[in-house]
């Protein structure tokens, strides 16, 4: 029988989107730590990848500013958007101003004789249920740290239970906070219903590598066609009583958090 | 789930009601990017107090006329069959602020994203290169059978509630009051209107600027601490 929704129920497509670069956002709340991951991805993988970033702050280019000046990529790859006080929006409801920005850059560098392998996109310190449409980026990374305090991980929200990855960040203050790290992340493992977390550290390099390895992955899935942009929604998950036709867009390569030791 | 999927391209063969358009052309919830514009409000804050309906009414007497003028050129332009690129060019040398044509290619750039889902791709090939704003919408509002009178309305009203809403994020006030301010502009508002529509040729934009906006708007483009892109 034909699922009388089925007429406005849009169905998701594959990403399109052969050669242009990954769009890889990342948000969080303020000082969570989302330009200087940003920094460290760069300082990273600026020597095997071209990298573009697009900053969204509350006044103008304070991040563009400092990841220009970190000294990581080329002042130019960096451009700031203004949000009008609204950062909210211009990440979700209306992402103009990012997809031009985004479009831009690739355009600037396609005219500079190089082509973008990856543009990072970084919201403006919001607050939990901040996330990124996913017609503006095809993955997201949603930075929590552990000064913001032990619980929140546990409390959830969209970004927090379904971005494509949850970074809980600063893990080196866990004890200088009063917090347990490896129980923040196990609660952040169990919100996420085993979904992909880092535990962060810049000084931690095992968590750098882990960090790197999940965005490897993600350029790779892009690449080959794989990566189906997800949105971690503003809603509550929600289940249908098994109608055909609501495939939601779930990413079919969560590449779990691979094992490590330390 | 995107924006994209949900909303397949206008078919030709199916017109929009114009009055529908106009209505859409000028909802704040068009995905144009309108939440980083102020009209010019923030710098002009930064520069000292603003009595915002004074600031309106200077607007829709000096530069918003200007933009009406171009887009009711546009639209009569694209009506006779006569080239956009000279309504554009007639705009630009009427609008001497480097950052406020930035600003304006910006916008009609925004608005060019969603022209193919309004009116047929065989016009938006119309359009020049780096189209700014009131030549894109002089081209949807003669496509879509706007006249030549809500096509100069939407400018002036658009820019209107652009400033009341960028002052409501900057100096907070009772938003009743604020779109008191919105309505005591429409007898203004029909000033430009009237003074705009019957333009027919590029050469007929009015050159009214104001220097003041005009200085602001490069100040701002400089400075490194702004909300508002414009
Ligand atoms: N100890 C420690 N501090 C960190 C780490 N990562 C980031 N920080 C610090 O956290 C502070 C905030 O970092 P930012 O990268 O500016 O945070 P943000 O999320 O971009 O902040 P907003 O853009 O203002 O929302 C800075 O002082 C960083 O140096 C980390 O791994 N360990
Ligand atoms: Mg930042």
Same mark, same amino acid.
């Given at each position: 029988? +034909?699922?009388?929704?089925?007429?406005?129920?849009?169905?998701?497509?594959?990403?399109?989107?052969?050669?242009?670069?990954?769009? +890889?956002?990342?948000?969080?709340?303020?000082?969570?730590?989302?330009?200087? +991951?940003?920094?460290?991805?760069?300082?990273?993988?600026?020597?095997?990848?071209?990298?573009?970033?697009?900053?969204? @702050?509350?006044?103008?280019?304070?991040?563009?500013?400092?990841?220009?000046?970190?000294?990581?990529? @080329?002042?130019?790859?960096?451009?700031?958007?203004? *949000?009008?006080?609204?950062?909210?929006?211009?990440?979700?409801?209306?992402?103009?101003?990012?997809?031009?920005?985004?479009? @831009?850059?690739?355009?600037?560098?396609?005219?500079?004789?190089?082509?973008?392998?990856?543009?990072?996109?970084?919201?403006?310190?919001?607050?939990?249920?901040?996330?990124?449409?996913?017609?503006?980026?095809?993955?997201?990374?949603?930075?929590?740290?552990?000064?913001?305090?032990?619980?929140?991980?546990?409390?959830?929200?969209?970004?927090?239970?379904?971005?494509?990855?949850?970074?809980?960040?600063?893990? @080196?203050?866990?004890?200088?906070?009063?917090?347990?790290?490896?129980?923040?992340?196990?609660?952040?493992?169990?919100?996420?219903?085993?979904?992909?977390?880092?535990?962060?550290?810049?000084?931690?390099?095992?968590?750098?590598?882990?960090?790197? *390895?999940?965005?490897?992955?993600?350029?790779?899935?892009?690449?080959?066609?794989?990566?189906?942009?997800?949105?971690?929604?503003?809603?509550? %998950?929600?289940?249908?009583?098994?109608? %055909?036709?609501?495939?939601?867009?779930?990413?079919?390569?969560?590449?779990?958090?691979?094992?490590? *030791?330390? | 789930?995107?924006?994209?999927?949900?909303?397949?391209?206008?078919?030709?063969?199916?017109?929009?009601?114009?009055?529908?358009?106009?209505?859409?052309?000028?909802?704040?919830?068009?995905?144009?990017?309108?939440?980083?514009?102020?009209?010019?409000?923030?710098?002009?804050?930064?520069?000292?107090?603003?009595?915002?309906?004074?600031?309106?009414?200077?607007?829709?007497?000096?530069?918003?006329?200007?933009?009406?003028?171009?887009?009711?050129?546009?639209?009569?332009?694209?009506?006779?069959?006569?080239?956009?690129?000279?309504?554009?060019?007639?705009?630009?040398?009427?609008?001497?602020?480097?950052?406020?044509?930035?600003?304006?290619?910006?916008?009609?750039?925004?608005?060019?994203?969603?022209?193919?889902?309004?009116?047929?791709?065989?016009?938006?090939?119309?359009?020049?290169?780096?189209?700014?704003?009131?030549?894109?919408?002089?081209?949807?509002?003669?496509?879509?059978?706007?006249?030549?009178?809500?096509?100069?309305?939407?400018?002036?009203?658009?820019?209107?509630?652009?400033?009341?809403?960028?002052?409501?994020?900057?100096?907070?006030?009772?938003?009743?009051?604020?779109?008191?301010?919105?309505?005591?502009?429409?007898?203004?508002?029909?000033?430009?209107?009237?003074?705009?529509?019957?333009?027919?040729?590029?050469?007929?934009?009015?050159?009214?600027?104001?220097?003041?906006?005009?200085?602001?708007?490069?100040?701002?483009?400089?400075?490194?601490?702004?909300?508002?892109?414009?």
């Amino acid at each position: 029988m +034909l699922d009388p929704q089925a007429d406005f129920q849009a169905h998701t497509h594959p990403s399109a989107a052969g050669r242009r670069a990954l769009r +890889l956002g990342i948000c969080g709340p303020v000082g969570t730590g989302k330009s200087s +991951l940003i920094m460290l991805l760069c300082s990273r993988l600026a020597a095997t990848l071209e990298i573009g970033v697009v900053t969204n @702050d509350i006044y103008t280019d304070e991040d563009a500013r400092m990841i220009r000046a970190a000294g990581v990529l @080329d002042p130019d790859r960096v451009v700031a958007v203004e *949000t009008g006080a609204c950062p909210h929006t211009a990440i979700r409801d209306d992402i103009t101003a990012n997809l031009i920005a985004a479009e @831009d850059l690739e355009a600037d560098v396609l005219s500079a004789g190089a082509a973008l392998d990856l543009v990072l996109i970084e919201s403006g310190g919001d607050n939990l249920t901040a996330t990124f449409s996913p017609a503006l980026v095809d993955t997201q990374i949603f930075v929590i740290d552990v000064a913001g305090g032990g619980d929140v991980a546990r409390k959830g929200g969209p970004g927090i239970e379904r971005a494509d990855l949850l970074v809980v960040n600063k893990t @080196d203050l866990a004890p200088y906070v009063g917090v347990d790290a490896v129980q923040m992340k196990s609660d952040a493992v169990a919100a996420r219903g085993g979904g992909p977390v880092v535990a962060l550290s810049r000084t931690d390099e095992s968590s750098v590598e882990e960090l790197l *390895t999940w965005v490897r992955g993600q350029l790779a899935a892009h690449a080959g066609g794989v990566l189906v942009p997800s949105d971690p929604g503003p809603m509550a %998950p929600h289940s249908h009583a098994g109608g %055909p036709g609501h495939s939601h867009a779930e990413s079919p390569t969560h590449s779990h958090a691979h094992s490590h *030791t330390h | 789930m995107t924006p994209r999927d949900l909303l397949p391209p206008m078919a030709s063969e199916r017109p929009l009601h114009p009055e529908a358009l106009a209505l859409l052309l000028a909802d704040a919830r068009l995905p144009v990017a309108g939440h980083t514009q102020s009209a010019g409000l923030e710098p002009a804050l930064v520069a000292g107090p603003v009595d915002v309906p004074a600031y309106v009414a200077l607007r829709l007497r000096t530069v918003t006329r200007t933009e009406a003028a171009t887009a009711v050129v546009a639209r009569a332009a694209v009506l006779g069959g006569t080239s956009l690129e000279a309504v554009q060019d007639a705009w630009a040398v009427r609008t001497p602020s480097a950052a406020m044509r930035r600003t304006s290619r910006v916008m009609g750039r925004a608005l060019v994203r969603l022209a193919p889902r309004l009116v047929a791709a065989e016009h938006v090939a119309l359009l020049p290169c780096e189209p700014v704003r009131p030549v894109v919408l002089g081209l949807l509002a003669a496509v879509g059978g706007l006249d030549a009178a809500t096509t100069a309305r939407i400018v002036g009203y658009d820019d209107i509630q652009t400033v009341v809403a960028a002052a409501l994020k900057l100096t907070p006030l009772d938003p009743a009051e604020a779109t008191g301010w919105v309505v005591r502009a429409f007898p203004a508002l029909e000033g430009l209107v009237a003074g705009v529509v019957d333009l027919a040729c590029p050469e007929e934009i009015p050159a009214r600027n104001a220097p003041v906006i005009e200085d602001h708007a490069e100040r701002h483009a400089h400075t490194t601490r702004r909300l508002f892109s414009a």
